[in-house]
């Protein structure tokens, strides 16, 4: 309250003290030795105070006496007087004359040589120079001899409140993690005021939000921007734009003011667990299939993003974990069930399996949210393939006496089909060496040593091929081939 209190003093008397010192007729500039001002013996000095004014003048601790001040943008019709220069050697006779040198000399700054009278002949802007130092003399108006040493002072260019404040670098953007706690810092957005910084409250900015509210705010003075909510969610609002508002003269009435964007952006933390889109997924599969190859995937969706979403894939529980795998997708960010082990569908028809996702990175501020992962049951369905036949054995070993007589069963091989059909199996007819004929599932001799440019004998007749059974369907059916060795005997 007293801080408030002095502002609103400081903002009463300072348009006053303005007024009054560009009312005096005359305006002191000490010599360049710094004499004391109205000093006995003192070569320059300004017409005579008043003794209110010096009474006045005194109290002013911090007034600089080998300064002038003249109001910035003033204007009018007549040449603004700054003030007036004087020696006590001056009798009134005319017989001295002021000369002015220096900054502006001639050009912005006139002086009556008579009179000492310093004017300003133009508009005078402080943020483009804010003083101008120059020097008085006084001289015999014959002679130009110089009565006394020349004086330097300074005219300071007196601020108005002309310039608004302005952001000079937006708009602005800024990042903060979604799920902050209240009264988390977003960022920093300064304006800049082009008016005096130490004369009055023209550079003294107060800052608001326009817009933006109720989930951030800002410091008045500092210009920092905090989050006004907590645990603001980037899933529910990822972008906020807030407008800022800058307010010159302490943010009084009657102000300037410029305003600015800033866009703050949620960043993603891993606040949500994997959830599967479903809780049960079936697959079928043949039997037949290669190892290895990719029965089905699943998925489980996590709002989050980047690393944040990342899910591993494991099969934790049923009956078919030995014959099956899953592996995880980076990219697609899903599991691929693939088979490990063959598969018979006259064994085993189905298989469940239960699957788990589960998040790679896991925060542990947010453990509480959790378990960060989801269960879902796969149920596979084993299809029947057509597979070949099955021999009895994995070889055949058949013998036969030498003069066998022609069709005589000399050994017998025997397969089945493994399918749950059970079809019939046929063997064609095809010769062995040319002495011997599969008919049906039985071997024969096809041919005696009568008539025979060699002799069937042990030496001669034993031959081994490899002959074909297929299965007896109407559709192409597949083969299996076995060997079989045949023997003469004597």
Not at 116 to 131: C, N, T, V, W, Y
Not at 334 to 340: K, T
Request: hydrophobic fraction near 35%; charge should be negative; charged fraction near 20%.
């Amino acid at each position: 309250m007293p801080e408030r209190l002095a502002e609103m003093l400081l903002d009463l008397w300072t348009p006053l003290i303005i007024l009054w010192i560009t009312l005096p007729p005359c305006i002191y500039s000490a010599p360049m030795n710094q004499s004391p001002v109205l000093m006995s013996g003192s070569p320059l000095e300004l017409n005579r105070l008043s003794e209110e004014q010096r009474i006045l003048n005194r109290s002013k601790r911090g007034w600089v006496w080998n300064q002038m001040f003249v109001l910035e943008e003033f204007s009018g019709p007549e040449p603004i007087l700054v003030g007036r220069l004087h020696t006590d050697l001056d009798p009134g006779s005319k017989k001295i004359k002021y000369i002015l040198s220096g900054d502006g000399a001639g050009t912005i700054f006139q002086i009556n040589d008579v009179t000492g009278d310093i004017h300003a002949i133009k508009r005078l802007d402080r943020e483009e120079k804010a003083e101008y130092t120059l020097t008085a003399q006084a001289v015999d108006w014959e002679t130009n001899k110089p009565l006394e040493p020349p004086s330097e002072f300074i005219i300071k260019v007196q601020d108005i409140n002309d310039n608004a404040p302005e952001f000079l670098n937006g708009p602005y953007h800024a990042t903060v993690p979604e799920m902050s706690i209240l009264g988390t810092s977003v960022t920093n957005v300064t304006a800049t005021d082009a008016d005096d910084p130490v004369y009055g409250n023209s550079a003294k900015l107060v800052y608001s939000i326009l817009e933006g509210q109720p989930y951030f705010s800002i410091e008045p003075e500092t210009a920092i921007i905090k989050t006004a909510l907590p645990n603001m969610d980037r899933e529910a609002k990822e972008e906020y734009l807030v407008v800022i508002q800058a307010k010159d003269m302490g943010g009084h009435s009657g102000g300037l003011s410029g305003t600015t964007t800033l866009t703050v952006t949620l960043t993603d933390v891993n606040d949500n667990p994997p959830k599967f889109a479903q809780s049960l997924y079936h697959f079928s599969v043949p039997e037949d299939v290669v190892l290895g190859t990719a029965i089905g995937r699943v998925k489980a969706n996590d709002q989050d993003i980047g690393e944040n979403a990342q899910s591993s894939y494991d099969i934790i529980d049923g009956d078919g974990t030995a014959l099956f795998e899953i592996t995880s997708d980076a990219q697609a960010q899903d599991g691929i069930i693939r088979l490990r082990k063959p598969l018979d569908f006259e064994t085993k028809k189905s298989y469940t399996l239960k699957v788990e996702a589960a998040n790679v990175h896991i925060d542990p501020r947010f453990s509480g949210r959790g378990p960060f992962k989801d269960t879902a049951t796969v149920k596979i369905v084993v299809e029947d393939a057509d597979e070949p036949p099955v021999f009895s054995s994995p070889t055949y070993l058949l013998e036969v006496h030498e003069n066998a007589a022609l069709n005589s069963v000399i050994g017998q091989v025997t397969a089945r089909d493994p399918d749950i059909t059970s079809s019939p199996i046929r063997l064609p007819s095809s010769s062995v060496c040319g002495i011997f004929q599969a008919r049906r599932l039985e071997w024969v001799a096809i041919s005696s040593s009568k008539g025979s440019s060699r002799p069937r004998d042990q030496t001669h007749v034993s031959c081994m091929g490899r002959w074909i059974l297929y299965c007896s369907t109407t559709r192409e059916a597949p083969t299996s081939t076995e060997w079989v060795l045949i023997n003469g005997q004597c």
